[in-house]
């Protein structure tokens, strides 16, 4: 016979612990579905560009 290794149980630190009527997940509260947006449900995109604060770097090789 095989020798079938142990399985360990998987434990997320990183889960929040709430209380037993609410939920850790915040798409379940949410209009839309999916991964909310880290720029925040106002921005537009796309985002005129003199609204970016990027600046395109410069690279003199070999002056």
């Given at each position: 016979?095989?020798?079938?290794?142990?399985?360990?149980?998987?434990?997320?630190?990183?889960?929040?612990?709430?209380?037993?009527?609410?939920?850790?997940?915040?798409?379940?509260?949410?209009?839309?579905?999916?991964?909310?947006?880290?720029?925040?449900?106002e921005?537009?995109?796309?985002?005129?560009?003199?609204?970016?604060?990027?600046?395109?770097?410069?690279?003199?090789?070999?002056?």
């Amino acid at each position: 016979m095989a020798h079938v290794a142990n399985k360990n149980t998987y434990v997320d630190n990183g889960w929040p612990e709430v209380p037993a009527d609410e939920h850790a997940v915040t798409e379940l509260v949410s209009h839309l579905a999916g991964a909310l947006s880290p720029f925040g449900n106002e921005t537009v995109f796309p985002v005129p560009a003199d609204q970016l604060s990027f600046i395109q770097p410069n690279a003199v090789i070999n002056p």
